[in-house]
């Protein structure tokens, strides 16, 4: 059965009960004050029955609208995911989109292919969503002491916020940067560290993509020094 149906329903057996309340209150009443009483109540009840009925269909229009935009959006991260030879992990309610943009060694620096990447990336939220909520997740190799990488890895994110809302067209309060720095367990090659260019693929972002409506807290929340 349909939320709509059900309401519907739900409705119309509350307008029998009123409407035998009605009769049972008005045993006194002279019988064409009854039936106009009656038939105001009706008319009072249909209304509000056709006013919820319009409410759940508008509503049921807005979720399927939703659901199909981000959709779509999936989609289109998962192409260019694949044009970029990387990949695109699906977590509770958002997407990681684990772009290939990497770091010189204890550099914060984009580079041109970066910059490119970014563009191709702001291009597809601005298309398919506006109401995105895109957190930038920095990274550093285990090289150094962990309070160091810490604030590397926000000076990464940073760098790839500010390109995202400067250059690349995405609106700043709909951007945010977190630092997990070393974290082991996010190491894409736990044994691997600069300098030079050893570890290079730990020192990188990823793009979490939430849907998020008009707002939303942060998606994970950081100690002060790890949120930005």
């Known amino acids: 059965m349909s939320l709509l149906n059900a309401r519907s329903i739900t409705l119309q057996s509350l307008a029998l009960l009123l409407l035998f309340a009605g009769v049972v209150g008005c045993a006194h009443v002279k019988p064409d004050q009854l039936d106009t009483r ?37 989609r289109e991260l998962e192409r260019l995911a694949r044009e970029l030879s990387t990949t695109v992990e699906r977590l509770e309610s958002a997407l990681r989109f684990n772009v290939p943009v990497h770091f010189a060694f204890d550099q914060a620096e984009l580079t041109a292919d970066a910059r490119q990447t970014l563009n191709r990336f702001a291009s597809v939220i601005r298309e398919h969503h506006p109401n995105y909520l895109v957190t930038v997740e920095g990274f550093t190799d285990p090289a150094g002491t962990a309070a160091y990488n810490l604030d590397l890895g926000m000076r990464r994110a940073e760098a790839v916020k500010a390109f995202l809302t400067a250059e690349a067209g995405l609106m700043a309060d709909r951007v945010r940067a977190v630092s997990y720095g070393e974290a082991r367990n996010r190491l ?20 979490v993509v939430d849907y998020v409506g008009d707002s939303h807290p942060p998606r994970e929340q950081l100690p002060p020094a790890a949120r930005g």
């Open 188 to 207: 894409v090659a736990p044994q691997r560290q600069g300098p030079g260019e050893e570890g290079w693929e730990n020192r990188r972002v990823a793009l």
């Open 38 to 74: 009656l038939a105001n109540l009706r008319a009072e009840l249909r209304e509000e029955i056709s006013e919820t009925d319009t409410r759940v269909t508008a509503m049921g229009n807005r979720v399927d609208a939703l659901e199909s935009r981000a959709t779509n959006l999936e």
